[in-house]
Each structure stands twice: as C-alpha cells, then as structure tokens.
C-alpha cells in the first residue's frame, strides 16, 4: 500500500503531502519574484525602462531583501518533520506559519513592485518619469552642498508613484507604514522592520497625474527624506525649541505644540529653500478655505494660515521677493483660537530659530539647500519657462538644478491660463501645457549615473524579515502557543 494514503484520510492531508502543499506555495512565490526582477533588469538592457541608474540601487535591495526571506523560508520548511510518529496537527500549525509567513512577504513584493511598474503604464509614465527628474533635481542638489553636516552621504531618492489618496506625502523611517502593509491583527511589528529599508517611498495623488504644475509638492515631501538622512531631526526640535525663553511659564507647553508638528514645518522650510514662492502658491491650492478651516491645526500640522504665513516669513528672511505670495489672505481676519493666534504671533521667533544653525557645525537649511545659489537663479529662469512653455517643448541640456526651474515654471504658466476668458481657452492652454511641461521636465535632467554615493547594506535584512513573519504568524490572532 502506498505509505503516503495510508496516512491520510478525513482528518486532513499525510504530513508529507501538507508540506509539499507548502512547498509548491514557496516556489509559485520565488518564480513570481525572480521573474519579475529578470523583467526588470531585461528592460533596463533594452532602454525599456528610462533611468536605470535612479531605481537600480533600490531594486537590488529589494531583490536580496526578498530573495533572503524566501532561503529562510525554505529552510525552515526543511525542518518541519514529517515522519510517521509526528502528530498531525504538529506539522499542519508549523507549515500554516510558514504559509502565513510567505502570503506577507509576496505582499511586501507586489507593494513595490507596483511603485515600479507604474513606469510602464502609458497613463502615469510621463508624469512618473517627469516626477523622477524633480526629485532627483532637489535631493541631489541638497547631497551637492559643501555646508552638510560631517560625515552626510546620499542615500537612495525616494520613488515616486501614483496613489488614490488626497495629498502627497512620503513613507520612510518615524512613518507609519501605508496601510497596503498594514494591519493591526497580522503584521504588528512588521510596520517598524520596513521602516529600516532603504527604499524610500514618495505617493503622489492621482490629480498629479497629467497636471506637471503639481509636482512642485515635491520639493516638500523630498525635505521629509533630507531631514532624515542628514540626522536632523532631533537638532530641528532643538533649535525650533530655542524660540521660547526658558523663564517663560508656559515655554514647555509651547515647545509640545509645535514638536507635534516641527517635522512637517521642516519639510514647508525646505520647500521655500529649494523652490522659493512656488512652494507657498501651491500650498495655498490645496488649504485655502473658509477662514474657520484655516485656522484648524492638524495633528502633525500647524493650522494652514499659520504655516503659510510662516513659509512666506521664511522666504523672505531667505532673500525671496515675498511679494503677494499670501495672495490677499489676512492671517488676522482668521477666525483663531487663542492658540492659534499665538502661534501667528510667534512665527518671526521660530523662523529665526528655524533657520539659523542646526549643530555645532554651523550646518543651515540654506546651506544646506544652497539657498544663496537659488535666489540667484531660480526667479528668472522659471519666468523664462513661464513664458515659453505655453506654446512649446524643448530638449534642453539637463542639468541637476533645471527640473526645479522648469516646474516652477510650469506651475507660474498654469496659473495664467487659469486667468484666461472662457473654459475653452482654459482646457486647450492647460492641455498643451501638460503636454509641453511633461516632455520638457523628461529632458530637463542630467545625463549620468544616479545613485548613492554608499550602496546601502541591506545584507540580514531579508533573513530578519522571514524571522519576523514566522513570529508573527505563531502568535497571531486564533493561535495559541
């Protein structure tokens, strides 16, 4: 009698058949992984996929991370003992976790593998591939600095994708895992393993999409990245914090206000030094509203009217023209709390703390983001943009500074064809914009390799990721142990 169907029956599969049950589950996942890199790689031969060089050092750490999951995997499901004397039960809970394990690593994977594939599809490439050349303009430009702190290296860009949510926002380290990777029953501690990837993520919202005037939101979710990667954080809160005398009776109070919310105000800050007046006029698009609104904090986010205002202090303490860049709104006609109306009152002391040294290096956010050099340049050239783009798309010779030029200018010719008479002027200005801003942003970038100065290591971390999944699964929901 054959051994294998003398041990099953009604009470469930024989030992060895349930793991090869398993077993054929971890190869449908390796053939899905290693197929799709091999996709990959074959299309970044065949200049199928633009950019090779700006996306290949985070798929190589995504392919070992998962590729590393998977051998752990393996060999874990070779150590589940299927001999005859075993009970039954025994071998099913251990290959139940093993498959729990592999359903979350194949969802780690097409996570990221749809960020990537984006770039193939027709209606979101050329948005993509435009919003590829502003972030790599603001990230390098930073890691281009002589005024970093000691010791700072360029690290992997944050991709960008096309999300259905509302407003841009970017996932890295002190984030909350999206919640595609995020259940609180199955994957508590999951969450804060992929925070230490470096494959820094940056959504955009579907408006973006055709629309290349938006992608000036870039320049602050990039900020989120440089605060993080040049280990500012903390230094930030401090020097925000010095704007409050300690002999003030209620300056501890007032430091936990704005910690709530000092990591977004560095990234409003960053935008202002990177694009100037563009970051304030596109923020106004997206907070105006009823002055009641305006003057709501969020949790992670002064009320609107505060940080614009407080942006437009900072451009003008940067050396921008600040003029009409609140475009009428009276932060005093606001409809604020007592502690709103605080914070507008103590905007110029934080922008002063905000904005001066960060260490004992001397490290700024000007220097940082090489300020001087953009006020220089970036006002008359996005206005020659601004007049040119309207009616034509060039090919210009890239460089790392000319995609923020050229969708501050973009953004300037949006707002003037949202001026003009009728809706048919409108959509035909609009539409030959979209089309001339897409095509000139994608040439508007340097020629070269584009990746980290310090290939990240990633090397345990697809190991520590299967480990991980394996303990979650013996202690999820319904299992006791």
Same mark, same amino acid.
């Given at each position: ?32 992984? =290693? ?6 790689? #074959? ?35 070779? @150590? ?9 039960? *025994?071998?099913?809970? =251990? ?14 994977? $097409? ?5 990537? !594939? ?13 919003? !590829? ?28 994708? &096309? =999300? ?18 995020? =259940? ?33 939101? &870039? ?9 993080? @990667?040049?280990?500012? &954080? ?12 300690? %002999? *003030? ?12 919310? #000092? ?15 563009? *970051? ?14 305006? %003057? ?25 023209? *600040? ?14 709390? !007592?502690?709103?109306?605080? #914070? ?19 490290? $700024? ?5 090489? $300020? ?9 050239? %996005? ?13 210009? &010779? ?16 949006? @707002? ?23 095509? $000139? ?9 584009? %990746? ?30």
């Amino acid at each position: 009698m054959n051994p294998v169907s003398a041990v099953a029956g009604p009470a469930g599969l024989a030992t060895v058949v349930r793991r090869e049950q398993s077993e054929r589950e971890l190869r449908r996942v390796q053939t899905a992984v =290693d197929g799709w890199f091999t996709e990959r790689r #074959d299309a970044m031969d065949g200049d199928r996929f633009p950019f090779a060089d700006l996306h290949m050092t985070r798929l190589a750490a995504l392919e070992t991370v998962l590729h590393e999951a998977l051998d752990a995997l393996a060999s874990a499901l070779v @150590e589940v003992r299927v001999d005859p004397g075993r009970d039954r039960a *025994a071998v099913y809970r =251990d290959c139940q976790d093993i498959d729990f394990a592999l359903v979350w690593v194949y969802r780690v994977f $097409t996570y990221y593998r749809d960020k990537f !594939d984006q770039r193939d599809d027709p209606a979101l490439c050329s948005t993509l591939l435009a919003a !590829d050349e502003v972030v790599w303009s603001c990230y390098k430009w930073v890691f281009g600095s002589t005024a970093l702190p000691p010791g700072s290296e360029i690290g992997p860009a944050p991709l960008a994708y &096309i =999300d259905s949510q509302y407003s841009p926002a970017t996932w890295e380290t002190a984030k909350g895992a999206p919640s595609a990777l995020r =259940d609180a029953s199955d994957v508590r501690g999951l969450e804060r393993f992929l925070e230490t990837l470096p494959i820094p993520l940056l959504r955009l919202p579907p408006w973006s999409v055709d629309a290349p005037w938006w992608l000036v939101f &870039i320049a602050h979710e990039v900020g989120h990245n440089i605060q993080r @990667e040049l280990g500012l &954080i903390e230094p930030f809160r401090t020097a925000v914090a010095r704007a409050w005398s300690d %002999a *003030a009776d209620d300056a501890n109070d007032r430091r936990d206000r704005w910690s709530a919310w #000092d990591v977004e105000v560095f990234a409003d800050l960053s935008a202002v030094a990177l694009i100037g007046p563009w *970051a304030i006029r596109g923020l106004r698009e997206i907070v105006l509203g009823p002055a009641q609104d305006m %003057a709501l904090p969020a949790e992670t986010y002064p009320a609107p009217i505060v940080r614009l205002r407080l942006m437009a202090g900072a451009l003008d303490e940067l050396g921008f023209d *600040a003029t009409g860049v609140l475009a009428g709104l009276d932060p005093g006609a606001s409809t604020a709390s !007592d502690d709103v109306e605080r #914070d507008l009152d103590e905007v110029d002391d934080i922008v002063r703390q905000a904005l001066g040294p960060l260490d004992e290096a001397g490290t $700024t956010l000007a220097g940082i983001c090489r $300020t001087p050099e953009v006020t220089g340049v970036l006002p008359s050239a %996005a206005q020659k943009w601004a007049e040119s783009l309207p009616s034509v798309a060039t090919s210009p &010779i890239g460089n790392v500074p000319l995609p923020r030029q050229v969708v501050c200018g973009t953004f300037s010719a949006w @707002e003037q064809a949202t001026i003009m008479a009728t809706e048919a002027q409108r959509t035909s200005a609009l539409d030959q914009l979209s089309r001339n801003g897409m095509e $000139t942003l994608r040439a508007s970038g340097p020629v070269g390799k584009r %990746a980290p100065s310090v290939e990240p290591s990633v090397e345990g971390h697809g190991t520590s990721l299967a480990m991980t999944l394996l303990e979650l699964g013996r202690t999820r929901p319904g299992v006791r142990r």
